[in-house]
């Protein structure tokens, strides 16, 4: 079965302190991976995917095949990045799915 | 830039109604997509399309129904909406090829009465 698990519905951390928010996910094919972002009364956006391996805001994120993780992380976090984040996984047949979202609290 | 638009930011709808909710998008994309949106749950796929008039069930269709009868629009219907389908409703399109993003609408908030 296809899922994407993210552990922590809610993250606090302060500012200037490293963030990870972590994803795993469930697929027996070739996954493509995204993480998406949400911040207050905003759209839901793209903020980086697997496949590029870019560093999007300071934000990076490494597939791990053995572990079926790809935790997003950032080594200085900023007020700014307080938001919803969601990991989501992309089928071979364009099906995606997403995790539950990690909502991230950056404390002044 | 690519515009994915959804008809109501806010719709109100008394038990047992249909319902429709529209979504038009403007880049050519083969593919669209509904979710929900409910705190705690994240995005959960209701119905894709990846081409007009081809639809695949997603993980909660149970209740729902789609038409895309144009390749820009696809419109999610609620047959006979009840309270549990009271949530934030996201459209997403993208294009049919290996790791393109998804873009998403505002979104439409559905208060079923």
């Known amino acids: 079965a296809q899922r994407v698990t993210q552990p922590e519905k809610l993250l606090s951390v302060f500012k200037g302190a490293p963030v990870e928010l972590k994803c795993n996910y469930s697929y027996s094919g070739s996954p493509e991976l995204f993480w998406y972002v949400q911040y207050s009364r905003q759209r839901l956006q793209l903020l980086l995917r697997?496949?590029s391996r870019e560093s999007i805001k300071g934000f990076t994120a490494d597939l791990n095949k053995g572990e079926t993780s790809f935790h997003l992380k950032k080594p200085f976090a900023q007020e700014e990045d307080s938001a919803m984040y969601y990991c989501a996984l992309k089928t071979s047949y364009d099906k995606v799915i997403f995790g539950p979202g990690t909502s991230l609290s950056v404390i002044p | 830039d690519v515009k994915v638009t959804q008809s109501s930011r806010y719709l109100v709808k008394r038990t047992g109604e249909k319902v429709f909710l529209e979504c038009v998008q403007d880049?050519?994309?083969?593919?669209m997509f509904w979710y929900r949106q409910d705190p705690g749950l994240g995005l959960r796929l209701i119905y894709f399309?990846?081409?007009?008039?081809?639809?695949e069930k997603g993980d909660i269709p149970e209740g729902y129904s789609v038409s895309r009868e144009k390749k820009e629009r696809f419109s999610l219907i609620l047959e006979s909406a009840s309270t549990n389908q009271t949530s934030m409703y996201l459209c997403?399109?993208?294009?049919?090829?290996?790791?393109?993003?998804?873009?998403f609408g505002d979104g439409t908030r559905l208060s079923i009465l």
């Open positions: 880049m050519d994309h083969e593919n």
């Open positions: 697997h496949i």
């Open positions: 399309s990846y081409d007009v008039k081809m639809k």
């Open positions: 997403a399109s993208t294009l049919g090829r290996i790791n393109q993003p998804q873009h």
